[in-house]
Nanobody
C-alpha cells in the first residue's frame, strides 16, 4: 500500500506563510498524480492543488492561485505545498493524496485512492 504522511501544519497569523510536506512511500510519485486537499469544519473536502505524475503539469484552485504553490521533490518523492499570504479562510485540515496518472479532473477527490492523515492549518 501507499503510505502518505503530512507535516508542516500549525498556527499562523494572517499574511504569514507555511510549507506543508508529504512523504510518500516507495516511488509512487513517479507513476501517480498527487494533490493537496483541504477540509474545513462543516464543509466538503476541496482540491487545493495537484501535480501530475513526474511533475509535468500543475493546477491550483482559484481560491489559492498566486498564493499557494505545489511542487514535487523528485530526489525523494516528497510533495510540498508552499502557502503564502495566508487568510483566515485557509483554516482547515490539509490532506495529501495520490491517485492514478489520468489527468482529467485532478482537483476532484474521487480521482485519488490514497490519502494521508492530514495536518491542521489555523490562520488567525
Amino acid at each position: 500500500d501507499v503510505q502518505l504522511v503530512e507535516s508542516g501544519g500549525g498556527s499562523v497569523q494572517a499574511g504569514g506563510s507555511l510549507r506543508l510536506s508529504c512523504a510518500c512511500s516507495g516511488s509512487t510519485y513517479k507513476s501517480n498524480n498527487m494533490a493537496w486537499f483541504r477540509q474545513a469544519p462543516g464543509k466538503e473536502r476541496e482540491g487545493v492543488a495537484a501535480i501530475s505524475a513526474g511533475g509535468g503539469n500543475t493546477v491550483s484552485a482559484d481560491s489559492v492561485k498566486d498564493r499557494f504553490t505545489i511542487s514535487l521533490d523528485r530526489a525523494d518523492g516528497t510533495l510540498h505545498l508552499q502557502m503564502n499570504s495566508l487568510k483566515p479562510e485557509d483554516t482547515a485540515w490539509y490532506y495529501c493524496a495520490s491517485g492514478s496518472n489520468r489527468w482529467w479532473q485532478p482537483l476532484r477527490p474521487s480521482e485519488y485512492s490514497y490519502w494521508g492523515q492530514g495536518t491542521q492549518v489555523t490562520v488567525s
